[in-house]
């Protein structure tokens, strides 16, 4: 089982949901506000779980989800913010939410069906599959397609 990949999901999102939480403030990005403390190896580098997260961030600034104006060591980015592009595509409705959700008013309807929330949700309750799907819904480019798979 590809693990990585998992935590990969679950950094990517929740780093994600933090920059937009701040939106459009620029703040700095902590890993450990991310993934909790992580002890050092006995060189003082930082563990691999660490180095993950931390690459993911990267990354995804890499790919054009976020911005940084520098590092502060191995610990975060600083002067974070979302770019266009990640602001868009967590704003952007995910079909097929449950139909409880049709008798809510259309502003909570709205909130309720960004895939900001729906990452939330699926960070929250420690689903992987949904979380997953969710990630690579965010990641897909182009529109959303009326049906998907995100479990």
Not at 80 to 108: G, I, N, Q, Y
Not at 126 to 133: H, I, P, Q, T, Y
């Amino acid at each position: 089982m590809d693990l990585h990949i998992d935590d990969f999901y679950r950094d990517a999102a929740a780093g994600l949901l933090m920059l937009y939480q701040a939106f459009p403030r620029k703040v700095a990005l902590y890993v450990e506000d991310l993934i909790g403390h992580e002890e050092p190896d006995e060189f003082g580098l930082p563990s691999k779980r660490h180095q993950g997260c931390l690459g993911a961030l990267l990354w995804l600034a890499e790919e054009g989800y976020l911005r940084f104006d520098s590092t502060i060591q191995y610990q975060a980015l600083d002067q974070a913010v979302l770019t266009e592009k990640a602001f868009l595509r967590l704003t952007r409705s995910v079909p097929d939410l449950p139909a409880a959700t049709e008798t809510l008013p259309s502003s909570v309807q709205r909130v309720h069906a960004s895939l900001a929330h729906q990452l939330r949700e699926a960070l929250k309750s420690g689903n992987s599959e949904r979380l997953a799907g969710l990630a690579r819904l965010l990641l897909e480019s182009g529109p959303l397609p009326a049906r998907h798979d995100i479990a």
